[in-house]
């Protein structure tokens, strides 16, 4: 099935008419309404932003726009590159001169970016990159930086404690009870290497090897020589540009150990296919599957995408089709796009997406702007790849309330 | 703690894939007198050839190989004969030449294929023990393979004629013309060598960890601290060089950190240029 409408006959054609109900029509703004998309052109997870951006605003334009406003879309390439980041922001909000920026995914672009954000004064609602200085720059100098926030993922403090809380809810029946933690020694993994220290051992496993490996680590044979001699029951991962790698060596190796934790690879709903089958039994934590999310509207979502695009998105394309929306809802609060007007209406944002529920922290929290992690807030699923068929499928395991599966340790392992 | 017999064969079986990529390298400077920039290309273009071989076309892994061996010697014999062979008098202009074909060969893979990295297939599968350590047969097969290899091009350099006109093409272009070598074949001829050499390390590299775009990038840089240590142009000295760069990658990640992996071999490049500057071994015979 192939969408080629705009939101009223995606949402006919896909069910899909969660957003059509929360429209509100706030007066009338002038439009259009420009949104600049950040992300790296290359990669999935820019892809992934790129999409889900042009998908919210058909559907918003399909049902009226935003006030009564159009919205257009201009995307603009990071390379994954703070100066080319730097030059892409420049150019959406002073050529192009857009009313709100979205997405990025690179931690190292969003802190290049962040001063100018002060400068420009126009909204930035951030997807993928999961850097907790942002917020922590909004705590320091709020008047400078309030036109940050972050739609998702939850930042990277949160994304050890979900690490350590998962551990406490699963890994008793996962039967670990010591575990290798191998982190990739670049920024995002600092802040989680420092929620995990100590926490995760305080839930009862052992952690003999705490290591960080090097970023362009490409022979893990050594490494795993270290942690299969430390006789883990598994390795727990925090890895994004040396995961597909170290999976790899991992599944070819056959190692005597489980496989799983943070894992940006894994998170691609075609990983399978990528890695021929490689990625099975490893265990991940994500935002959604393509069959199972935090909301009702998820699913939806991904198939929307997936008629539109041929393919499902990644973890970074549900917080930035959220972050459309929740711009909408501001815009129409506030009956204005000028950025001072909105900073109030989406401090107070309570809204329920395709992410999950998002609420930013408030002025005075440790984190103010960012997403709020919880049980009934954001929070990430953990899934397993596992052999379906002639393919393989992520089956969700938890939390509880979401799981169509069930955890199976690899079989060589056993 | 990680016991010796692991560290010993790790080490074994990752510098014959080192040494495999420095040859190739060490032998286009020895002959031809230029730095080849966009040796890495070679490994990428082999390891995707492999990949697209076996997973779009659904060829055996043997057939991949076979790709990754003429498809990066076609390269690389392409690109001596197409644009190095026109500048070869100027080596700054070679080199900047060969850079930009590196970047555009990543850019290429970037644009075609994507950043994502993909999985290619083991020559083998299983494993076997080795004096009590567990080692897969693709690695060992990989470390035998690379070692015919090497060895078949010592024989091929040291007993054919052919082989011979090359060695003498890096001792002196000038003595080689004047016993009738044609040095613009002995150019050709060791560029499509060089090329090969990358072209099915970068299969082997690409079938133990997986293929990106990138993958021909860390090699490279390798292949310079190899062969400044073993003395450039020497392949006896990539040999060895390679060895000694494999043991300190080794012994770091598995006794010292997992964070300095790949960045004591740079040390050894800087200290090697300034301290002994011709290597270990220096060029077998110069002008």
Redesign the interface.
Known sequence: MKATGGGAVLAAMTGYAGRVTRQTQGGSVEGPIKIGVLG?A???VGQSIFNSVTLAADEINGEGGIGGAQVQVVTKDTKQDPSTGRAAYQELTTGENVDLTAGIFTSEVLLTILPLMAQQQTIHLTSGAATPEAPQQVAASYDQFKYFFRVGPVNSHYLGVNMVDFAKAEFGDMGFSSVAVMAE?FKWTEPISAALQGDLEDTGVDVPYN????G????F???Y??IQ?QDVDAVYTVLAHIG??SL??WA???RPFQYGGIHV?AQ?PNFWE???G?TAYVFAQNTATPQVGPTDQSVPYANAYNDQFGGYPIYTGYSAYDSVYIYKNAVEQAGSKNADDLVEPLEGTSYTGVSGTVEFYGRDSDYPHDVKYGSDLAFPLWYQWQPAGDGGTPAVFYPDSLADGQYEPAPWTQ | MVNLVNIAVNWLLLSALYALVAIGFTLIFGVGGVLNLAHGANITIGAYTAYLLTTSLGASVWVGALGALVVPGLFSLALYQGLVSKVEEHPITVMILTLVTALVVEQVFVVGVGTTPRTVSSLLRGSVTIAGTSVRTNRLLVFVLSWVLIGALFAYITRTRQGKAILATSMSEKGAAIVGIDDGRIFTLTWLIAGMLAGIAGLFLASFTSAQPFIGRSPLLLSFSIVVLGGIGSIRGSVIGAYLVGLLDVVTVSMISTRLSGLLPLVVLVVVLIVRPEGLFGRELVE
């Open positions: 790296p290359d990669s999935p020694d290591e960080r490996i090097a362009d680590t490409q022979d044979t050594p490494i020589d270290e001699s597909t790698s790899v060596q070819k190796q056959q690879p691609y990528l890695t021929t490689a």
